[in-house]
């Protein structure tokens, strides 16, 4: 299997029901924040209000949550504040070492674990070479960055390769 290919795609987080964890025998998730979470850059508590729901039950079920994110440590923190669940900014995607750090945490192996993000380049080549279940989400929102079109061009060549369609 390749580095960047995801083992699943899907189209919004809260499709990770605790069906989807069972199936796979997920135990926790590390999850990647702008643009999977919430929108990139944003600060929207009242947007958030469904994932911070979801997140919730699913930690009810005993569901290991972990936020790994590349944004700066104060934005994390904004953020970690809210989701009641720990986690890193700064993280440096797609260095496997935050991963590792972050499977310490939960207490759980590389296969037991599934990394959710919506960059191929870094959460899912981070993830793959950690040894994880990778989950390729589509990204929230555009982003105007010009490295990001970038990027997104060329992950839609290499999903195109994968079979997977995929329009952002
Ligand atoms: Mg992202």
């Known amino acids: 299997m390749s580095l960047l290919e995801p083992r699943d795609v899907i189209d919004h987080v809260t499709d990770i029901t605790p069906g989807f964890l069972g199936t796979r025998g997920l135990s926790g998730l590390l999850i990647d924040l702008d643009n999977t979470l919430v929108p990139y850059g ?3 508590d009242a947007e958030a209000a469904g994932i911070i729901r979801w997140a919730r039950d699913l930690q009810q ?14 934005r994390a923190a904004y953020w970690l504040e809210r989701l009641e669940f720990n986690g890193v900014g ?3 995607k797609p260095n496997p070492r935050a991963y590792r750090r972050a499977l310490r945490t939960l207490g759980l192996a590389p296969r037991q674990v599934g990394m959710v993000g919506d960059q ?3 959460d899912v080549l981070g993830g793959n070479l950690a040894g994880l279940h990778t989950i ?9 960055l010009p490295h ?4 997104r061009r060329l992950e839609r060549l290499v ?9 952002t």
């Open 42 to 44: 944003s600060y929207s």
């Open 90 to 92: 700064l993280a440096g």
């Open 61 to 74: 079920l005993g569901t290991g949550l972990y936020l790994l994110s590349n944004a700066t440590g104060k």
């Open 136 to 144: 390729l989400v589509r990204p929230l929102q555009g982003n105007a």
């Open 159 to 167: 999903l195109r390769r994968y079979g997977h369609d995929w329009r």
């Open 148 to 151: 990001t079109r970038a990027a």
């Open 120 to 122: 191929l380049f870094t």
